[in-house]
């Protein structure tokens, strides 16, 4: 399994980003595929989480309503789009892949490097 996200950066408080996590061929046909992230001095959270169909998708209480999980299998993607983002948002957003929903929520299997977003107030 092969995931690589980029797409990070800084942005203002109430400003918009969108990550990408590109996956292997097999990987994005096969895994349910998320995001995860880690903030400095605290632990790995999960974000939101993705069916190989792209038709069912799952969120953190904290980011729904602002974040947006998508995928194009065509291109082998996950996206995040992240709007109305929050200082609190500041982390390390890792891409996740996982055979079911609940090791994708809770214990992914597979991770992929971590991308740095940072949210200024």
């Known amino acids: 399994v092969q995931l690589q996200a980029c797409g990070g950066g800084l942005v203002q408080a109430g400003g918009s980003l969108r990550l990408s996590c590109a996956a292997d061929?097999?990987?994005?046909?096969?895994?349910?595929m998320g995001w995860f992230r880690q903030a400095h001095g605290k632990e790995r959270e999960f974000v939101a989480a993705i069916m190989w169909s792209g038709g069912s998708t799952n969120y953190a209480d904290s980011v729904k309503g602002r974040f947006t999980i998508s995928r194009d299998n065509a291109k082998n993607t996950v996206y995040l789009q992240m709007n109305s983002l929050k200082p609190e948002d500041t982390a390390v957003y890792y891409c996740?892949?996982?055979?079911?929903?609940?090791?994708?929520?809770?214990?992914?299997?597979?991770w992929g490097p971590g991308t740095q977003v940072t949210v200024s107030s």
């Open positions: 996740v892949a996982g055979e079911t929903l609940e090791v994708v929520t809770t214990q992914p299997r597979h």
């Open positions: 061929k097999r990987t994005s046909s096969t895994y349910i």
